[in-house]
């Protein structure tokens, strides 16, 4: 399967385009560049809190502004960011492009209670002019394409999303990636597909498909059955950072890879510390990893156990014994899975 319409945000060019989503505590430097090697077109930060980034005190810890670090090799890169005052967010803007990402993020679609019920994220989608204003205030402050992240609605009742994508190209966002989901639904419940071809025949803008995008075929059938410019993927990665080689090689063959086995997944969970490791230290590397034990090892029978005992270890040679004793017991054939949950 061939995609006719490969996404293009500014100077950013993606063929086919599957984006790593940006994601709390889990899309860092480390697990960005690593799907960047597995094929991802695109990556983004973790969503960066505009107020915590202003305020942050020079001489003071740089917890928020460390989230805006990125290396080349991550390009194409974009930074997200959210808030609920206009003024901060101008602010945020200006700071995060300072850093000279690829774009600018706006997320107006994160469903957690402290973000959304304090008017930010998919609170937005209660308060159309203030998201219009945020939008505004952002453009203004950069010179870099402003996208935005949001949700179909607040919940099933208040599903305005041709209007909100109409607004947005009125003030200039350059793509749209949606959450087929409501706010009310967070992760849970069916997604909702059909939206993106009524958004596609409202906006000439790129329109990016997220929301239960699990594998190869289902990014192939979103592509087919939608019309999207891209596919954005977010847990399915954390369980999988193989997706995005999967989805490549499916989209160009029409074939399935086959299947990773446990000495891959041990060795690509080791070339994952080792880059978390290289960029921010022992300590954050060894933290970073705990996100993502489960992930690699979910399938193996006894995987709960041997997630707990990684997370415990506190020197990285420690870790890398274990994967590398792991490794060698680990021949090229599947080893017993746990049962389904």
Same mark, same amino acid.
């Given at each position: 399967?061939?995609?006719?319409?490969?996404?293009? &945000?500014?100077?950013? @060019? +993606?063929?086919?385009?599957?984006?790593?989503?940006?994601?709390?505590? *889990? #899309?860092?430097? /480390?697990? %960005?560049?690593?799907?960047?090697?597995?094929?991802?077109?695109?990556?983004?930060?973790?969503?960066?809190?505009?107020?915590?980034?202003?305020?942050?005190?020079?001489?003071?810890?740089?917890?928020?502004?460390?989230?805006?670090?990125?290396?080349?090799?991550?390009?194409?890169?974009?930074?997200?960011?959210?808030?609920?005052?206009?003024?901060?967010?101008?602010?945020?803007?200006? &700071?995060?492009?300072? @850093? +000279?990402?690829?774009?600018?993020?706006?997320?107006?679609?994160?469903? *957690? #209670?402290?973000? /959304?019920? %304090?008017?930010?994220?998919?609170?937005?989608?209660?308060?159309?002019?203030?998201?219009?204003?945020?939008?505004?205030?952002?453009?203004?402050?950069?010179?870099?394409?402003?996208?935005?992240?949001?949700?179909?609605?607040?919940?099933?009742?208040?599903?305005?999303?041709?209007?909100?994508?109409?607004?947005?190209?009125?003030?200039?966002?350059?793509?749209?990636?949606?959450?087929?989901?409501?706010?009310?639904?967070?992760?849970?419940?069916?997604?909702?597909?059909?939206?993106?071809?009524?958004?596609?025949? /409202?906006?000439?803008?790129?329109?990016?498909?997220?929301?239960?995008?699990?594998?190869?075929?289902?990014?192939?059938?979103?592509?087919?059955?939608?019309?999207?410019?891209?596919?954005?993927?977010?847990?399915?990665?954390?369980?999988?950072?193989?997706?995005?080689?999967?989805?490549?090689?499916?989209?160009?063959?029409?074939?399935?890879?086959?299947?990773?086995?446990?000495?891959?997944?041990?060795?690509?969970?080791?070339?994952?510390?080792?880059?978390?490791?290289?960029?921010?230290?022992?300590?954050?590397?060894?933290?970073?990893?705990?996100?993502?034990?489960?992930?690699?090892?979910?399938?193996?029978?006894?995987?709960?156990?041997?997630?707990?005992?990684?997370?415990?270890?506190?020197?990285?040679?420690?870790?890398?014994?274990?994967?590398?004793?792991?490794?060698?017991?680990?021949?090229?054939?599947?080893?017993?899975?746990?049962?389904?949950?």
């Amino acid at each position: 399967m061939s995609i006719d319409r490969p996404l293009r &945000i500014g100077s950013v @060019r +993606a063929d086919p385009g599957l984006l790593l989503a940006p994601m709390e505590e *889990v #899309s860092g430097p /480390a697990f %960005r560049l690593l799907c960047r090697q597995l094929g991802a077109d695109m990556v983004y930060t973790e969503f960066v809190n505009a107020e915590g980034l202003v305020r942050e005190a020079p001489d003071g810890p740089r917890r928020t502004l460390h989230k805006l670090d990125f290396t080349d090799a991550e390009r194409p890169l974009g930074i997200q960011i959210y808030g609920a005052s206009e003024l901060s967010m101008e602010q945020a803007a200006q &700071i995060a492009t300072e @850093r +000279a990402p690829d774009l600018i993020d706006i997320n107006c679609g994160c469903w *957690v #209670s402290n973000v /959304a019920l %304090r008017g930010a994220g998919a609170g937005l989608l209660r308060d159309l002019p203030q998201m219009r204003e945020i939008v505004r205030r952002v453009k203004r402050a950069t010179h870099l394409p402003v996208t935005v992240k949001t949700r179909l609605g607040w919940d099933a009742a208040s599903i305005r999303i041709v209007e909100v994508a109409r607004m947005l190209v009125d003030e200039g966002v350059e793509a749209l990636a949606v959450h087929c989901r409501t706010r009310a639904q967070g992760h849970k419940g069916p997604v909702d597909y059909s939206w993106i071809p009524r958004i596609k025949e /409202a906006v000439e803008i790129p329109v990016i498909l997220n929301g239960d995008v699990t594998g190869p075929e289902s990014a192939a059938a979103a592509f087919r059955e939608t019309g999207c410019d891209a596919v954005m993927i977010g847990r399915a990665a954390i369980r999988h950072p193989w997706i995005f080689s999967e989805i490549r090689h499916y989209l160009r063959t029409g074939r399935l890879l086959p299947p990773p086995t446990p000495r891959q997944r041990a060795e690509l969970c080791l070339r994952h510390l080792r880059l978390g490791v290289d960029y921010g230290g022992e300590r954050e590397g060894l933290v970073g990893m705990r996100r993502h034990y489960s992930g690699y090892f979910r399938e193996l029978r006894g995987a709960a156990r041997l997630r707990a005992e990684l997370s415990g270890y506190r020197s990285v040679a420690e870790v890398e014994a274990r994967l590398r004793e792991l490794a060698a017991s680990l021949d090229e054939a599947p080893a017993p899975m746990a049962p389904a949950a």
